[in-house]
């Protein structure tokens, strides 16, 4: 039996999706290759293997002082940006009232706004009000990034729950803030968990306004980075580059396997 003519339009679609994931991928190979790479120049291909660059990473001080600062950024915007974002999207989402569109458009402005003119407008008002260069500042910047991902995600979670069992335990005697954290804060766990990894992102990558609100004593890793790059062109950078890149990878597996966990126990819980 001769099997079924395969469709010429499938095999195209497919072809193209893996020449658009190999094309994604290919600068992320290529930096973990240089990482291993013995010339002092980035030279290709490769000569031998070393592991020189990531020793040498661990020898920046710069590194170690941005890493320090960027987990303390991002751990800090990203709570901040979820417990704001939240409560706005519950307003959003569970509340009719005039001019909500305008509302919510208002609060993606973080994400509509050119980063360069948002970074540059939060360094005025730094100035001005004495956060400049301090890690209170650019946790305060970096939540204001977060906080749009959080609200449009959250919202969504929102919208898909229905309000039967806030009913149903608010008629059972709940209050209002016990109802919240008793049964809407759990429906929505998913949608908090994307949110937050969307926030600490955000954060941990953002370049352009954390130049404008940043000293030398306060640069996150970006920053440290993009500092390393203006003075030397060795493969250091593609080191902690793929460290970075591992540690991307390391996450989004650590939230796949949270967002299972939840879903499974949503599923015993109806069953």
Sequence with gaps: MSAAPRDPVAVALWVFLGAVGVYMLAPLAFVAIDSFNPSTYGTFPLSGLTLRWYQNVLQV?????????????????????????????????????????????????????PAIVFGAALFLLYIRVGLYGT??????????????????ITTASLQTTGREYEEAAMDLGANPLVTFFAVTVPSIRTGLTVSALFAFVTSWDQVEVSLFITRPRNNT???????????????????????????????????????????????????
Excluded at 137 to 152: D, E, K, N, T
């Design 61 to 113: 001080p710069d590194f170690r002082i941005g890493l320090q600062n960027s987990f303390l950024v991002g751990i800090g915007a990203t709570a901040l940006a979820l417990v704001l974002g939240t409560l706005a999207a519950y307003g959003l989402a569970r509340y009719r009232f005039r001019h909500r569109d305008l509302l919510r458009s208002y609060l993606l402005l973080p994400i509509i706004v």
């Design 135 to 152: 890690l209170t500042g650019l946790v305060l910047g970096h939540a204001l990034l977060g906080l749009p991902f959080v609200i449009s």
């Design 221 to 271: 890793l970006p920053i440290a980075m993009f500092n390393y790059e203006q003075n030397y062109q060795d493969p250091t950078l593609a080191a902690i580059s793929a460290l970075l890149i591992a540690f991307a990878v390391l996450l989004v597996l650590v939230a796949v396997s949270i967002l299972k966990t939840q879903e499974y126990r949503r599923l015993v819980q109806r069953e």
